[in-house]
């Protein structure tokens, strides 16, 4: 059977109670710490490789920085000005991976125009650097899958994009990035892991490294761990370890409990809002975003279904790193940025959603074990044991292979790296199902345009929906409050794709908690009923989530009233993670 094929990349709750059995007190060739992008990366990667795997996940998949990016594939055009070519290099050729056969359904290009403020020397110097980028990425679009640069005078920019003011632009530069569904993305990673033999367990808090003997240097032989579904604790043994941990980096080094070098990552929040299509004017020639210069940064405007994503922040953050809170200031910030170019302008009222996230960036590598490039690094503290961080979303399969390799060093035989052109779950048979939406949608009853966007969300795999569909009509109806999004989708998020609490269906394996006004206060109630139906949940249980979810929507929006960090993580710390609290627990996630 392909690794790919459906019941065997299925995260469904028969799957998480097998996989928990396979692990506790097992061995595995590897175990993965982390269920963000480069977690699950790392878990695909060596289970292609055919080692036996664990992953392990402290909340949900995605859970952490992989859902709360700026949903972007790119080569990076600012590193140019730094001089930075191979790292530019090494974003453009997984760009074009990714587009042309690792996601082509979640990955797709997109316009993005390059305001022009000075006169011609700004137009010659930037062009110069798009040029070169899109030189840089030819290399790898066999088909052009990724559009060259083209100079629009005022006139064109102000055509294509009305919305802008037209004092602000002098011209601009037309070139194509491509956006992606980064926690759909994640979940596919994850998913075509198990399909290839991976054990894959969320809600799974790792709280000790075991060490084989009471030496500094012992090495380190598995871990022990929470089951955050009920409170038990397991462990499992593993002949090596990689923890891809992201902004939670330091929490693992510190359970060596010596001076062993580790990486030393610090936290960059990064604040997004979202904004109705309608309150920026994108004209009506296709969809584009903007890339603007700011004094410190760079902030993008990027079409999202019927939303604009506006973003980003870049702040020091010391605080919760579970729940990063967006305080008024991030949003004023983002708002004035934003409103020095546009003729109508924004303000909070506009605002429909908002969402922050943890960068994590190097702050230090010790030690000759480091393997540096400029974006990430894996480290070998003890034996046994890989750290991998840094980097950025576009170039995971890049960081998870190189923490693979330093992981399979002491295993003889082990094969390389084959994850290049691996497709994922939902694209292997994506060129036979992209254009069939009109065909599907009169099988089954429901409207083009549902089914288009259940095409961009599931990729191949939207015949596993519609035959939810198919089975029981009553689930092709829209979700209370969500229009854009099926009953269908919350029972395949359960029995597919590892959803095992509420807010795992309203704000990862669907957007509605950032893409409508009432936050999925209003989806809510159905979608937990939904959800009860498939793992049985009893009243008073459903009852729980719908208040804990609740509670969370109340404590986002209190700190996104408060003026400043400290006093917007104190209220939204006034909402306890759904997830259950193990005492002394370290914290262990990477989402």
Same mark, same amino acid.
Request: charged share 25%.
């Given at each position: ?144 899958? %990724? ?9 064109? /920019? ?10 602000? +632009? ?41 060490? *084989? ?13 929470? =089951?955050?579904? =009920? ?6 043994r593993a002949r090596s370890v990689i923890a891809a941990t992201g902004v939670w980096s330091d929490d693992v080094g510190a359970m060596l409990g010596t001076s062993a070098p ?17 309150? %920026? ?10 890339? @603007?210069?700011? #004094? ?17 922040? *870049?702040?020091?953050?010391?605080? *919760? ?14 708002? =004035? ?40 690094? +894996? ?31 002491? !295993? ?9 052109? @691996? ?38 795999? +939207? ?22 999004? !099926? ?6 998020? /359960? ?7 509420? =807010?795992?269906v309203l704000t990862r394996r669907t957007r509605i908690s950032i893409e409508t006004p009432h936050r999925g206060v209003e989806s809510?109630?159905? /979608? ?47 909402? #306890? ?15």
């Open positions: 059977m392909h690794p790919g094929d459906t019941d065997r990349t299925q995260l469904s709750p028969e799957r998480r109670r097998a996989d928990r059995a396979r692990l506790a007190d097992g061995v595995v060739d590897v175990l993965v710490i982390g269920g963000g992008v480069t977690g699950a990366g790392a878990a695909l990667d060596a289970a292609s490789r055919g080692l036996s795997v664990g992953l392990l996940e402290a909340r949900d998949w995605a859970a952490g920085t992989s859902s709360r990016s700026s949903k972007l594939i790119h080569g990076g055009l600012r590193y140019l000005e730094q001089m930075a070519f191979p790292l530019v290099h090494e974003a453009l050729k997984e760009r074009a991976r990714l587009v042309r056969t690792i996601a082509p359904h979640l990955v797709r290009p997109l316009p993005f125009l390059l305001p022009l403020t000075a006169p011609v020397w700004q137009r010659a110097y930037y062009g110069a650097g798009v040029a070169l980028y899109d030189a840089m990425g030819a290399a790898f679009a066999r088909d052009r899958a %990724i559009p060259r640069h083209r100079h629009l005078s005022r006139r064109a /920019v102000l055509k294509t994009f009305p919305a802008l003011r037209r004092d602000a +632009v002098r011209g601009a530069i037309r070139y194509y990035d491509a956006q992606v569904d980064d926690a759909r993305h994640t979940l596919a990673v994850v998913r075509t892991a198990a399909g290839y033999g991976a054990a894959a367990l969320s809600s799974a808090r790792v709280v000790e490294l075991l060490r *084989d003997g009471d030496r500094s240097d012992a090495p380190v032989v598995g871990a022990r761990v929470a =089951d955050l579904t =009920d409170g038990s604790t397991f462990t499992v580790s990486l030393k990552v610090r936290a960059s929040k990064g604040v997004h809002i979202l904004v109705p299509r309608a309150a %920026i004017d994108g004209g009506d020639v296709g969809q584009h975003g903007l890339i @603007l210069r700011t #004094p410190t940064s760079v902030l993008f405007v990027i079409p999202w279904a019927d939303q604009w994503i506006v973003g980003t922040t *870049d702040t020091p953050w010391t605080l *919760d790193r579970d729940h990063p809170a967006a305080s008024s200031a991030d949003i004023d910030y983002l708002l =004035d940025q934003v409103n020095r170019v546009l003729r109508a302008p924004l303000t909070a009222d506009d605002i429909v959603g908002v969402y922050a996230g943890l960068r994590p960036l190097l702050a230090g590598e010790s030690d000759e074990t480091s393997r540096l490039s400029r974006e990430h690094a +894996v480290v070998v503290p003890v034996p046994g044991l890989v750290l991998v961080a840094g980097g950025k979303y576009t170039t995971y399969r890049v960081m998870a292979a190189d923490a693979v390799d330093a992981a399979v060093e002491g !295993l003889p035989g082990a094969p390389a790296s084959c994850t290049a052109e @691996l497709p994922l779950v939902g694209a292997r048979r994506w060129t036979e199902v992209r254009d069939r939406a009109a065909e599907l949608a009169a099988e089954h009853g429901l409207a083009e345009d549902a089914v288009e966007r259940l095409l961009h969300r599931h990729g191949d795999q +939207v015949t596993a929906v519609l035959d939810l569909v198919r089975a029981d009509p009553s689930l092709g109806r829209s979700l209370p409050g969500a229009p854009g999004h !099926l009953a269908a989708e919350v029972v395949h998020a /359960v029995t597919a794709e590892g959803a095992l609490h509420l =807010d795992d809510a109630p159905e /979608v937990a009923r939904l959800m009860a139906t498939v793992h049985g949940w009893q009243d008073d249980f459903l009852a729980r989530e719908i208040a804990h979810y609740e509670a969370r929507v109340a404590a986002e929006r209190e700190s996104q009233r408060m003026p400043d960090d400290r006093t917007a993580d104190a209220a939204r710390l006034g909402a #306890p993670d759904v997830r259950a609290a193990v005492r002394g627990s370290a914290a262990a996630s990477g989402g």
